[in-house]
């Protein structure tokens, strides 16, 4: 299976093994999910915003109190 090996300062390794831990998870399946979420994150930020670009015209016709000034 691929891995990475990041580096970190003392102070961002302790403040990761910190949460790791508050989370229950080790170091490794923290960091995991951290990323696995960010990027999930993403896509959903990315969708959400084409899926406004595609309906803001819908949106100002039905709630014209609420559509910005032309």
Known sequence: MPALN???TEHELAAIREAAAADGKSVKAYVHDLSVREQQRRVFVEHAVAFWKDHR???DAAFPEDAPAA
């Open 6 to 8: 990041i580096e970190y």
């Open 57 to 59: 015209a819908e949106f």
